[in-house]
C-alpha cells in the first residue's frame, strides 16, 4: 500500500469517526501524515513486490538448577530444546501448480541449556550471545511433483524421533537438551555423550519431499560427509484419534558435523549408520496421548574390533486439556533409555514429569520439568535438574 493510498484511507476513517473528526479541524491532513509516517516506520519492507516476506521468530529461556550430589548449582539459558531464533521466509507463484521460496532463520543462543557446565556458566560455545545460521535455502514447489530445497537445510531424518501432538518437544527430547554439558562424578564423561538422539541434523545440502498420498510423505536428502536419508512419515485422524509417525534410514561416511560426538570423543569412522523413528497418538476427546520413539545407530571402523552400536528409545504419556480457557495444559510423565554396546559398554536412563501451560492469546508457553539422570559408569551419581522458564513466538 502507497503513501498516498493510506492517507486517503485514514482520511476517511476520520472523517466518519465522531471520535476523531470534531478534534482534527483544519491540521487534519498534517496530522495523517505524521501518522502515515508512524506506520511506514514500523512496517517490515521487502525488496519487491513479487515475493512474500514474513518476519518471525521466538524466545525461549529458562532457569535450570541441578543437584548432582557433589555440585549444585542454577543457571538462567535458553531452551535447547526450542532455542531462541529468528527469521525471514517468503514465496512467489510461479503459476497455479509451481511456487518458489526462501528461508533464513538466525539462531540468537546467549547460553544453550545443553552447553553449560559447573565451570562455565554461558557454555563452552554459545557464551555472551552467539549467533548461529540455522537455514539458508530456496525451493521450489510443485503440487503434483512436491518440493525442492538447496542450501542450509533439515537432512531429511531431522526430528524424525520427535513426532509429538502435544507439545511436549518443548521440555523434552530424546537425548538430553537441558544439562548435558554437565559432568558425570568422576567417569570423564558430559550427560549428552552418555544419552542422545538418533536424527538427523541441519546440513548443507539437497532435500527432496513427494507430495502428500493419503497422509504419507516420502522424504530424501544428500549433504556434507556424503550423508544421505531417506524418510517415511504419515499424518491423519481416524475413530476419534490424531496419529502422527515417522520412520527413517540414513547413512554418513564420515562422524565430522554428524553431531557424533558420542563417548568414544572425537574417533573418525569409516561408516556411520542410523535406523530411527516415532510415533505419537492423541484421543481428541479427552486429551490423553502417548508419544514413543526408538533408533539404532551403528558404527563402523576400518577395524572391526572397534565398532560398535549404540540403542535408545522412550515413551512419554500424559493429558492435554484446555481446562482454564486460556489454552492447552499439557501434563506428562516420560522415560529415556540409552545403551552402548561394545566401545565403553554402559546403560543409561532418564525419568521425569512436566507441566505446560498454553496462553494462546499471547503465543506464549510456560513450563516447569524435572529430570532424574542416570548411568551405570564406575563413579557416577545421579543428577537431578529443575527446569523453567517460558517460550513466546512472534
Known amino acids: 500500500m502507497n503513501r498516498k493510498v493510506m492517507s486517503a484511507l ?3 476513517a476520520a472523517m466518519f469517526g465522531p471520535a476523531y473528526a470534531a478534534d ?3 491540521d487534519c491532513c498534517a496530522d495523517l501524515e505524521e501518522r502515515v509516517a508512524e506506520l511506514e516506520a514500523t512496517t517490515a519492507r521487502k ?3 513479487k515475493v512474500s516476506l514474513t518476519v518471525y521468530g521466538q524466545v ?9 550430589g557433589k555440585d549444585s548449582d542454577v543457571f538462567v539459558v535458553d531452551n535447547g530444546n526450542s532455542p531462541s531464533r529468528f527469521g525471514f521466509q517468503g514465496s512467489a507463484k510461479i503459476n497455479p501448480n509451481l511456487t518458489a521460496g526462501f528461508l533464513i532463520e538466525v539462531g540468537a543462543i546467549s547460553a544453550g541449556s545443553n552447553d553449560i557446565s559447573e565451570i562455565n556458566d554461558d557454555g563452552k560455545e554459545t557464551g555472551d550471545g552467539a549467533l548461529s545460521l540455522r537455514f539458508a535455502n530456496w525451493y521450489l514447489d510443485s503440487k503434483t511433483i512436491g518440493r525442492l530445497t538447496v542450501g542450509r537445510i533439515s537432512a531429511a531424518m531431522d526430528g524424525i524421533q520427535e513426532v509429538d501432538l502435544a507439545g511436549t518437544n518443548l521440555v523434552s527430547l530424546p537425548g538430553i537438551n537441558v544439562g548435558g554439558g554437565l559432568g558425570i562424578g568422576g567417569t570423564g564423561l558430559t550427560w549428552s555423550q552418555v544419552m ?15 507430495p502428500t498420498f493419503g497422509g504419507f510423505q516420502i522424504g530424501t536428502s544428500f549433504s556434507e560427509n556424503d550423508r544421505y536419508d531417506v524418510t517415511l512419515r504419515y499424518a491423519g485422524e481416524f475413530a476419534g484419534f490424531r496419529l502422527a509417525a515417522g520412520i527413517g534410514y540414513g547413512v554418513g561416511s564420515d562422524n565430522t558435523d554428524l553431531g557424533l560426538d558420542s563417548a568414544v570423543g572425537k574417533a573418525t569412522f569409516d561408516e556411520v549408520t542410523f535406523t530411527s523413528g516415532s510415533v505419537s497418538a492423541m484421543h481428541v476427546a479427552s486429551g490423553l496421548f502417548a508419544t514413543g520413539f526408538a ?3 551403528e558404527f563402523e571402523h576400518g577395524d572391526a574390533t572397534k565398532d560398535f552400536t549404540e540403542t535408545n528409545w522412550g515413551l512419554r504419556a500424559g493429558i492435554a486439556k484446555n481446562w482454564f480457557g486460556v489454552g492447552n495444559t499439557v501434563i506428562f510423565g516420560e522415560y529415556n533409555a540409552f545403551d552402548n554396546v561394545a566401545d565403553r559398554g554402559f546403560e543409561s536412563e532418564a525419568w521425569g514429569a512436566s507441566i505446560i501451560q498454553n496462553v494462546d492469546a ?4 510456560l513450563f ?3 529430570k532424574n539422570l542416570s548411568v551405570d559408569a564406575k563413579g557416577a551419581q545421579d543428577t537431578d535438574i529443575i527446569f523453567s522458564g517460558a517460550r513466546i513466538k512472534f
Request: glycine fraction near 18%; proline fraction near 0%.
Open 60 to 68: 525461549s529461556t529458562a532457569v535450570l538448577g541441578f543437584d548432582n
Open 196 to 210: 542422545r538422539g538418533f536424527d538427523g541434523d541441519r546440513v548443507n545440502g539437497i532435500r527432496y519431499d513427494t
Open 362 to 365: 499471547a503465543a506464549l508457553e
Open 10 to 12: 485514514l482520511l476517511s
Open 368 to 370: 516447569l520439568s524435572y
Open 47 to 49: 525488496g519487491n513486490r
Open 295 to 297: 533408533g539404532r545407530r
Open 24 to 26: 482534527l479541524g483544519g
